[in-house]
C-alpha cells in the first residue's frame, strides 16, 4: 500500500526559508515520480516541483531559482527546501506519487504533470508566509 507522510512546513516571515519532507512507504521511491503540489482556498491544486525516476527535476516558474526539490531512495525520503519564501507561496503543500507512463509516441517514460492524474498523496502541510 502506497503511503506518504509529509512533515515540516509552519509560519516564517518574507524572506525566510522552510524544508517539506515525505516519507514514502509501500513501493520503492525509484519506481515513481513525486511531485510537490500547493493548494490555497478557492483554486485549483498547482504544480510546483516534481522529481523523476532517474533525478531530473522540473519546477513551476513561480519557484524557480527558490525552490529545490530532492529525494533519497535508500531512505525513502523526498524534500522540498523553499527559500526566499513570499507571501504569495503561502498554501496547503502535499506530496504525491505516481508511477511514469510512456508516451503513445514512444520514447522514455515521463511522469504526469496534472494532479487530478495522481492516486498517491501525503496528508497535506500548510506554509504560511507573513509580510
Known amino acids: 500500500q502506497v503511503q506518504l507522510v509529509q512533515s515540516g512546513g509552519g509560519s516564517v516571515q518574507a524572506g525566510g526559508s522552510l524544508k517539506l519532507s515525505c516519507a514514502a512507504s509501500?513501493?520503492?521511491?525509484?519506481?515513481?515520480?513525486i511531485s510537490w503540489f500547493r493548494q490555497v482556498p478557492g483554486k485549483e491544486r498547482e504544480g510546483v516541483a516534481r522529481i523523476a525516476r532517474d533525478g531530473i527535476t522540473t519546477y513551476a516558474d513561480s519557484v524557480k531559482g527558490r525552490f529545490t526539490i530532492s529525494k533519497n531512495n535508500a531512505q525513502d525520503i523526498v524534500f522540498l527546501i523553499m527559500n526566499r519564501l513570499t507571501p504569495n507561496d503561502t498554501a496547503m503543500y502535499y506530496c504525491?506519487?505516481?508511477?511514469?507512463?510512456?508516451?503513445?509516441?514512444?520514447?522514455?517514460?515521463?511522469?504526469?504533470?496534472?494532479?487530478?492524474?495522481?492516486?498517491?498523496w501525503g496528508q497535506g502541510t500548510q506554509v504560511t508566509v507573513s509580510s
Open positions: 504525491a506519487a505516481e508511477p511514469p507512463v510512456r508516451p503513445v509516441y514512444g520514447g522514455r517514460f515521463i511522469c504526469k504533470t496534472e494532479y487530478r492524474h495522481y492516486n498517491s
Open positions: 509501500g513501493f520503492t521511491l525509484n519506481d515513481y515520480c
